[in-house]
């Protein structure tokens, strides 16, 4: 029989409790975030549960119950001598506004739609099969809008086109973009919002996705100088972008060589290749670590079965790291291929061909 290290099993289990802990959390507190229980308390100080209820027009019993997981997970504080409870300022940042760098609001709704297709995973994981983006509950699509969009509302304008070759100064002057992979448009909104002068086209071969970013554009009022298009990442029009962009998407498209290699036919000679891809080392022993751990989940559950169901179905997944990507670009011809930045989240790399 297997002897069994009784400490080593204690260690593992406690692992596994907190992990089941944090996994029927996330339905709560996507439950605070839809229905403002976080938002109601930013900012307020202390409160009790009954103020928390009727600021939200929500029952107090399932509040207090609510709360009390959060509490127990360190997300809001407790004071036992005045039963009241606080969201500390910090935690708010992330929990309650959806303009801060690190909202996790649209992280929750990823979480749920991940749990939706389980059925169409299981099935995939027998059969090799992929999974189309398209296949997902809409929620998916919302999320990963709400989850990305504070990232490159920080990061984007501010430190990554300023990182690549003269590409700002020509997006200040006047320059044709291709957002390829676009899906509800917040990256090519953010562009067009601080570059007035240029002219962006996002291109995704969702069309709800589409929709929902023609809305967005006419919101934010920059509909005269972006156009969205229903399109492949191999067939969308246009021959002489300054710049084309690709925002955590490559590692989803089923051949991302050939994406490469549309995008370096639909530059302009002197043009660039902006490829934003989740952070990534090059080897699985590098990535050992809580946020390498929930790339490899949403790449399993999302990223490679979206892969898997195009053509060439190469399944690069969201964690190929830089070496991987260096050798697609090399493969479609491209002459130049540098990191341009990071951060703790992304890598910003730059190719020319």
Same mark, same amino acid.
């Given at each position: 029989?297997?002897?069994?290290?009784?400490?080593?099993?204690?260690? %593992?289990?406690?692992?596994?409790? #907190?992990? *089941?802990? +944090? /996994?029927?959390?996330?339905? @709560?507190?996507?439950?605070?975030? $839809? &229905?403002?229980?976080?938002?109601?308390?930013?900012?307020?100080?202390?409160?009790?549960?009954?103020?928390?209820?009727?600021?939200?027009?929500?029952?107090?019993?399932?509040?207090?119950?609510?709360?009390?997981?959060?509490?127990?997970?360190?997300?809001?504080?407790?004071?036992?001598?005045?039963?009241?409870?606080?969201?500390?300022?910090?935690?708010?940042?992330?929990?309650?506004?959806?303009?801060?760098?690190?909202?996790?609001?649209?992280?929750?709704?990823?979480?749920?739609?991940?749990?939706?297709?389980?059925?169409?995973?299981?099935?995939?994981?027998?059969?090799?099969?992929?999974?189309?983006?398209?296949?997902?509950?809409?929620?998916?699509?919302?999320?990963?809008?709400?989850? %990305?969009?504070?990232?490159?509302? #920080?990061? *984007?304008? +501010? /430190?990554?086109?300023?990182? @690549?070759?003269?590409?700002?100064? $020509? &997006?200040?002057?006047?320059?044709?973009?291709?957002?390829?992979?676009?899906?509800?448009?917040?990256?090519?909104?953010?562009?067009?919002?601080?570059?007035?002068?240029?002219?962006?086209?996002?291109?995704?071969?969702?069309?709800?996705?589409?929709?929902?970013?023609?809305?967005?554009?006419?919101?934010?009022?920059?509909?005269?100088?972006?156009?969205?298009?229903?399109?492949?990442?191999?067939?969308?029009?246009?021959?002489?972008?300054?710049?084309?962009?690709?925002?955590?998407?490559?590692?989803?498209?089923?051949?991302?060589?050939?994406?490469?290699?549309?995008?370096?036919?639909?530059?302009?000679?002197?043009?660039?290749?902006?490829?934003?891809?989740?952070?990534?080392?090059?080897?699985?022993?590098?990535?050992?670590?809580?946020?390498?751990?929930?790339?490899?989940?949403?790449?399993?559950?999302?990223?490679?079965?979206?892969?898997?169901?195009?053509?060439?179905?190469?399944?690069?997944?969201?964690?190929?790291?830089?070496?991987?990507?260096?050798?697609?670009?090399?493969?479609?011809?491209?002459?130049?291929?540098?990191?341009?930045?990071?951060?703790?989240?992304?890598?910003?790399?730059?190719?020319?061909?």
């Amino acid at each position: 029989m297997t002897t069994i290290d009784e400490g080593r099993l204690m260690e %593992f289990m406690g692992r596994a409790v #907190a992990d *089941l802990s +944090a /996994a029927i959390s996330v339905e @709560l507190m996507t439950i605070g975030d $839809k &229905l403002g229980l976080y938002k109601a308390m930013a900012g307020e100080g202390p409160m009790t549960s009954t103020q928390v209820a009727e600021r939200t027009d929500t029952s107090e019993r399932y509040v207090r119950e609510w709360l009390n997981n959060q509490v127990a997970g360190g997300y809001i504080l407790y004071d036992p001598a005045t039963g009241t409870y606080e969201l500390p300022a910090e935690h708010a940042f992330a929990l309650a506004d959806e303009n801060s760098p690190v909202f996790l609001g649209g992280a929750f709704d990823l979480m749920a739609a991940c749990w939706d297709s389980e059925d169409r995973i299981l099935n995939a994981f027998r059969t090799g099969e992929g999974v189309g983006w398209h296949e997902h509950h809409p929620r998916l699509f919302a999320g990963t809008e709400r989850f %990305f969009r504070p990232g490159y509302k #920080a990061n *984007l304008t +501010a /430190a990554w086109i300023p990182s @690549l070759e003269g590409v700002e100064q $020509k &997006l200040e002057d006047g320059a044709s973009v291709a957002d390829v992979g676009c899906g509800h448009g917040a990256s090519a909104i953010i562009m067009a919002e601080a570059y007035p002068n240029s002219r962006f086209v996002g291109f995704d071969y969702h069309d709800a996705s589409i929709d929902t970013a023609r809305k967005r554009a006419v919101e934010a009022g920059v509909a005269d100088r972006v156009q969205f298009d229903v399109a492949s990442a191999k067939e969308y029009a246009g021959n002489d972008y300054d710049l084309v962009c690709f925002f955590d998407c490559l590692h989803d498209m089923g051949d991302p060589v050939g994406a490469a290699a549309h995008a370096r036919q639909a530059l302009a000679p002197d043009g660039t290749i902006l490829l934003v891809e989740p952070y990534a080392n090059d080897s699985v022993e590098e990535n050992i670590n809580p946020v390498r751990r929930m790339f490899y989940g949403a790449s399993t559950l999302l990223c490679t079965p979206a892969s898997l169901s195009q053509e060439v179905g190469a399944a690069l997944g969201a964690q190929a790291g830089e070496e991987q990507l260096r050798q697609i670009f090399t493969d479609a011809g491209y002459r130049s291929f540098r990191r341009a930045t990071e951060t703790p989240f992304n890598l910003v790399l730059e190719a020319k061909p």
